[in-house]
């Protein structure tokens, strides 16, 4: 089993940036993929950048150049780096995790095995 938790999500003005962390527990993330997606009030939850175990990252076309993913294996960690922030990149995001080969990304919610709680993120106009 692995739990993921979410952290450094906030409010933060149109332009500002944020730095979210998914932090795993119960067992190393060294050979997982791990993603973030994101949900707003009335809307699917939709794939936004992910990482695979060999550093290898893929995003969606909305935050290209925007956002991006890095991995410290020796502290479990993820992070999602959020520049440029827009008031449509509001919403709660998630992390997810699942054991992949190299180079892997998922970009769907059922590649993965393992989600955290989320952590809101909102950007204010």
């Known amino acids: 089993q692995v739990q993921l938790v979410e952290s450094g999500g906030g409010l933060v003005q149109a332009g500002g940036s944020l730095r979210l962390s998914c932090t795993a527990s119960?067992?190393?993330?060294?050979?997982?993929?791990v993603a973030w997606f994101r949900q707003s009030p009335g809307k699917e939850r939709e794939f936004v950048i992910g990482?695979?175990?060999?550093?290898?990252?893929q995003s969606s076309d909305s935050v290209k150049g925007r956002f991006t993913t890095s991995r410290d294996d020796a502290r479990n960690t993820v992070y999602l780096q959020m520049n440029s922030l827009k008031p449509e990149d509001t919403a709660v995001y998630y992390c997810?995790?699942?054991?992949?080969?190299?180079?892997?990304?998922?970009?769907?919610?059922?590649?993965?095995?393992?989600w955290g709680r989320g952590t809101q993120v909102t950007v204010s106009s």
């Open positions: 119960g067992r190393s993330f060294s050979s997982y993929a």
């Open positions: 990482i695979a175990w060999d550093s290898i990252t």
């Open positions: 997810a995790t699942t054991i992949a080969r190299a180079g892997w990304v998922g970009r769907h919610r059922d590649d993965y095995n393992y």
